[in-house]
C-alpha cells in the first residue's frame, strides 16, 4: 500500500506564491514519474507539471515561467512552487505519482488533493 500526503495550500492574493508538497509512502520500490494535476470547479482535472526520477520535467503552457517542480528522492516528496499566482490557477491541486512497487507491479497513486485559492 502507498499514501501520498500533500500539504501547502491555502489562499493566496493575486501575484503571490505557495510551494505545494507532497511526500509518499508505503511498499515503494521506485517512484518513476511524479506529477500536479488541478481542477477547477466545473472543470476537467488537467496537467500542471510532471517531472521524472532523472530530473525531466513537463509544463503545462499556462504556468510555464511561473511553477517549478522539483523532487526530493530521498523523501519520496514532490513539490510545486507557485509564483505570480493568478485568479485562474484558483483549483484543486492533486499529486500523481507512477510508481514500481516492492513486488515489481507498476501502480498510478493519487493524493486527495490540496485548494489553493487566489483572490483578485
Known amino acids: 500500500q502507498v499514501q501520498l500526503v500533500e500539504s501547502g495550500g491555502g489562499l493566496v492574493q493575486a501575484g503571490g506564491s505557495l510551494r505545494l508538497s507532497c511526500a509518499a509512502s508505503g511498499s515503494i520500490a521506485r517512484i518513476n514519474v511524479m506529477a500536479w494535476y488541478r481542477q477547477a470547479p466545473g472543470k476537467q482535472r488537467d496537467l500542471v507539471a510532471a517531472i521524472t526520477r532523472g530530473g525531466s520535467t513537463n509544463y503545462a503552457d499556462s504556468v510555464t515561467g511561473r511553477f517549478t517542480i522539483s523532487i526530493e528522492n530521498a523523501k519520496n516528496t514532490v513539490y510545486l512552487q507557485m509564483n505570480s499566482l493568478k485568479p485562474e490557477d484558483t483549483a484543486v491541486y492533486y499529486c500523481?505519482?507512477?510508481?514500481?512497487?516492492?513486488?515489481?507491479?507498476?501502480?498510478?497513486?493519487w493524493g486527495k488533493g490540496t485548494l489553493v485559492t487566489v483572490s483578485s
Open positions: 500523481r505519482f507512477e510508481v514500481t512497487t516492492i513486488d515489481y507491479r507498476g501502480m498510478d497513486y
